[in-house]
């Protein structure tokens, strides 16, 4: 049944592409994703950061949602705002943990009535923290695919999911990851974000295996410009993302002084984006920590 706000909602603004529209086109999609500040100085820096980096343009900017949805009203609200106040594309995420259906019901129909087209959607991490089993709540759905459904039941959502080039942390083989994503394009995902990479082999591995099964889901590769070693260690570490050796050897002679680690971390990423662009990546999603200095640095270098 669709949402009585949601089912007659168009997917997109008039005279605005959608974002599997704007990933088929010419030209490099940009995207930027932001979590939800726990206070005030944070939500100023935040504002900050996606003024400045309204400025370029993306195609969409994304809003996450806290582990076990924790954040659940402020991803809301601030997904609301960026849809109210800014001329930006908001993607809002979504997770199964701790939830029952009728509760992601709830929550869909929040993001339809904020105005809010497009989802991520994901299953989120094991409620007992990454590495624990994972539990589903006893009315609530098992995996991504299942929330896929269920959003698209629910009116006209553009829907996204998730994608891990180096294995998910509890996928047993890369063949496994390339199976999962191609359940969610046949639940109606039409594009997929993945995890930060530092390796474009592990990128062009992932897109070729699902290519190779028959789905044109584009995938758009996710980069973290560093700006704290120690951060992206601990992040890397969480995701199962291991940080080449020849990126680890730039890093750490700087890892003291912030400045120049921030000047190898743009560097890095600059290099990476290039390459991944050259391997045809329909677009880059910027993990920004809602900050937009690096970002814009990046940006600003493969314009030039
Ligand atoms: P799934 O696709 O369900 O996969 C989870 C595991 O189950 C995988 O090992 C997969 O191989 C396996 N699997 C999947 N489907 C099936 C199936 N049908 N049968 C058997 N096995 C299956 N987390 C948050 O809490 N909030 C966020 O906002 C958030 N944003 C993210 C954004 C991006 C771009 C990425 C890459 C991750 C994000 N995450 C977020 C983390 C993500 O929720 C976790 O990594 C989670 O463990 C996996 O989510 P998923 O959607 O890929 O789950």
């Known amino acids: 049944m669709a949402l009585g706000t949601s089912s007659t909602m168009p997917r997109t603004l008039p005279g605005q592409r959608s974002i599997p529209e704007v990933l088929a086109g010419e030209g490099t999609s940009y995207s930027f994703e932001f979590f939800p500040p726990k206070d005030d100085a944070g939500e100023a820096a935040l504002w900050t950061a996606i003024r400045r980096l309204e400025q370029v343009r993306p195609t969409f900017v994304s809003v996450t949602y806290g582990a076990g949805g924790t954040t659940r009203d402020r991803t809301v609200r601030v997904t609301e705002r960026i849809a109210q106040e800014t001329t930006l594309t908001p993607m809002a995420h979504l997770t199964c943990v701790g939830a029952s259906v009728t509760e992601l019901r709830q929550v869909i129909g929040q993001y339809a009535g904020a105005g809010v087209r497009n989802v991520l959607a994901l299953r989120g991490d094991p409620p007992d923290g990454p590495g624990a089993p994972w539990r589903a709540h006893p009315e609530g759905l098992d995996h991504a695919d299942a929330l896929v459904a269920l959003v698209r039941s629910l009116g006209s959502f553009t829907v996204g999911v998730a994608a891990f080039p180096d294995r998910h942390p509890e996928s047993p083989s890369l063949d496994h990851d390339a199976e999962v994503l191609v359940r969610k394009a046949d639940a109606g995902a039409e594009f997929a974000v993945s995890q930060f990479v530092f390796d474009v082999a592990s990128y062009v591995r992932l897109r070729d295996r699902v290519a190779a099964r028959g789905r044109d889901l584009p995938i758009i590769p996710g980069l973290m410009p560093v700006t704290s070693f120690k951060q992206v260690r601990r992040m890397a570490e969480l ?50 920590m809602n900050r937009s200095t690096a970002t814009l640095e990046v940006h600003a270098n493969l314009a030039s």
């Open 239 to 288: 995701a199962g993302t291991p940080l080449p050796e020849a990126v680890v050897r730039r890093l750490e002679p700087v890892a003291d002084d912030p400045t120049a680690l921030r000047a190898v971390g743009v560097e890095i990423a600059t290099e990476l984006s290039r390459d991944l662009l050259a391997e045809g990546a329909p677009g880059l999603h910027f993990y920004t």
